[in-house]
């Protein structure tokens, strides 16, 4: 297989190219694609060294696969080029997501989506595929019907430039130097900023609905309610989520674990009496979704649970990468 990476080198691109590898792939042609500002930069794959090009109209002739990591902008302008090319776009950014005509996919659940395409695949929100990973085996059991969500999102969740701008902050803070912020809106240190995305006018954020809307589609569940608070907060790598829920059929906690339990891609840690528990620190650099902290909710009439999943890899690069085994 011919494949192409658009946005080679940004955090999820450069994982991207670590998953062909871990993922064991079958790569005939790698294709590492940019900005102009980044043409000629090496990168080894298995052995070989690739050097960087830049991203054109022309770039996709003779690929079957452009792994799409460069942004929505990006995305919307390559992509009928690519498409003319005879090549599928699996495309990591928010660009297709609700397009009726567009899969929107998690191999896990909803795998056999991806064969219905027309020419692109979308890769969902990465709150999105942690918090519905954690859900789908108990989706199997019984329907969700509502969702109270709140996720605690990683500063590389915004980028290489996130990391930065929290390690700046942290190191003007022990020398007693000014703050300075340009990618957060406040300052990150050792603080929680309880907004995500762009806010909308009935108080949400578009970081929030994603959850909701890119839910349904993907659960084929239309009449799912979710509400949603996005916090930003001051930890390098890894989201994690609080979710409380409710099902058509009220399932007994035993249910709801062995659902969890028995579930592709996630793993039970759920022992608060030993400190046994999700975190971000434990799903760091790998594609295990970690659950625990599982409770009858008698408010919501249901269920609550916490998750922790790494948004670059899962969230991201590896599931991207995985929908390639779909087709």
């Known amino acids: 297989m011919k494949i192409g990476i658009l946005g080679a080198t940004g955090a999820v691109g450069q994982q991207m190219i670590q998953c062909l590898i871990e993922q064991d792939i079958k790569v005939d042609e790698l294709r590492l694609m940019a900005s102009r500002r980044s043409v000629g930069k090496e990168i080894e794959f298995k052995g070989e060294t690739l050097k960087v090009i830049e991203a054109t109209e022309n770039s996709f002739e003779g690929l079957d ?39 929107l996919v998690i191999p896990e659940i909803n795998g056999e989506d991806a064969k219905k395409h027309n020419g692109i695949i979308a890769n969902p929100n990465c709150s999105t595929i942690i918090a519905f990973m954690a859900l789908y085996g108990i989706n199997k059991k019984s329907k969700l019907t509502k969702m109270i969500v709140s996720t605690y999102q990683a500063v590389s969740g915004a980028g290489i430039e996130g990391i930065t701008e929290l390690d700046n902050q942290i190191e003007a803070l022990l ?14 240190a050792y603080n929680c900023i309880p907004a995500i995305g762009t806010f909308l006018a009935d108080g949400y954020t578009d970081e929030e609905m994603k959850m909701q809307n890119e839910g349904r589609k993907i659960m084929h569940l239309p009449n799912l309610n979710v509400t949603c608070t996005c916090v930003r907060v001051p930890i390098i790598r890894s989201h994690s989520i609080s979710i409380s829920f ?3 059929r009220l399932l007994t906690i035993e ?6 339990s028995s579930s592709k891609g996630v793993k039970l840690m759920d022992d608060g009496i030993n400190n046994v528990y999700p975190m971000p620190i434990s799903t760091s650099d790998n594609d295990i979704i970690e659950v625990g902290r599982i409770r ?11 998750c922790s999943g790494d948004q670059i890899r899962k969230g991201a690069a590896s599931n991207t990468v995985a929908i390639i085994k779909c087709l």
Not at 66 to 89: C, D, N, R, V, Y
Not at 175 to 188: D, L
Not at 296 to 306: A, N, T
């Open 65 to 103: 696969v452009i792994l799409g990591a460069a942004g929505g902008k990006s995305s919307k302008h390559f992509a009928p080029f690519i498409k003319k090319a005879g090549a599928i776009l699996i495309d990591n950014s928010s660009a297709f997501r609700l397009d009726k005509d567009v899969p």
């Open 175 to 188: 020398n007693g130097k000014e703050i300075e912020n340009s990618i957060f809106a406040h300052q990150i």
């Open 246 to 248: 409710a099902t058509e």
């Open 255 to 260: 249910e709801v674990r062995e659902a969890i």
């Open 296 to 306: 009858e909710d008698k408010v919501i009439g249901g269920y609550s649970l916490f």
